[in-house]
């Protein structure tokens, strides 16, 4: 007689495989590096894009992005504006952590914006980050609607962001402005790189009669590379 086994799957999916993405503006720079910083925009891990520190040149950097995408000339005057902006920041930081040790290389700043979305883009969620030393200073998260501060300095800048109304309003459009509009420019060339994915799920561990199975899944080919790798202006395109 052929005996019937009550076997549950559990299988758990990769972020890959769930249709999640992120569009991130990158700024960072250096304490008293001339010509030194870093102003890009980046796609799922992708860099899509960055703009010259030195003669402020934008340099697409995938070939497919180039083809269907011209620079705005505004993209050199938001990215001078946001290293300098930068730049301004790390002697502040630096007086406000009461003088921090230096990091090998010198004292560093980033400023990222990041948009994370699913692929019918209604679910988007805008954070903005402010990063000394590789430590979280704020965080703005549209969720919240708010900035969340970590530390003693992280706070003071936080409480100090939140009552600035004008800079309140900025992050509650920069969701449609900087966001959704950006991913929609960007959504072609990006999207297009996509490949079916070759899922393939095994069992790690055996099971008992009547008990769980553990599967894991592979999830190959969902882009061609790359996964999941304040800004002054907005980043914009010539495509309208």
Request: glycine content about 10%; charged content about 25%; proline content about 5%.
């Amino acid at each position: 007689m052929m005996k019937v086994f009550s076997v549950l799957l559990l299988i758990w999916l990769p972020q890959g495989c769930q249709g999640k993405h992120l569009l991130r503006f990158l700024t960072f720079c250096q304490r008293d590096v001339p010509g030194d910083g870093q102003d890009d925009i980046e796609s799922d891990g992708d860099q899509l894009l960055y703009v010259d520190p030195v003669t402020y040149l934008t340099v697409p950097r995938l070939p497919e992005f180039e083809e269907q995408w011209i620079p705005d000339p505004g993209l050199a005057e938001s990215a001078y504006v946001s290293l300098g902006t930068c730049k301004y920041n790390i002697p502040r930081a630096i007086k406000g952590e009461k003088e921090p040790p230096e990091v090998i290389g010198g004292y560093v700043y980033q400023m990222i914006s990041d948009c994370e979305y699913g692929d019918n883009i209604t679910d988007m969620v805008y954070f903005v980050k402010n990063i000394f030393n590789q430590k979280l200073n704020n965080i703005y998260d549209s969720r919240l609607g708010k900035y969340i501060g970590f530390g003693e300095l992280g706070m003071k800048n936080a409480a100090h962001y939140n009552n600035q109304s004008w800079k309140m309003q900025a992050r509650k459009v920069e969701v449609d402005t900087l966001c959704r509009y950006n991913v929609r420019l960007f959504r072609k060339s990006i999207l297009e790189r996509k490949v079916p994915p070759n899922v393939k799920v095994h069992q790690t561990k055996p099971a008992d009669y009547g008990g769980a199975v553990h599967a894991g899944v592979q999830c190959l080919g969902v882009l061609s590379s790359g996964s999941e790798g304040e800004l002054a202006e907005r980043r914009r395109g010539s495509h309208r």
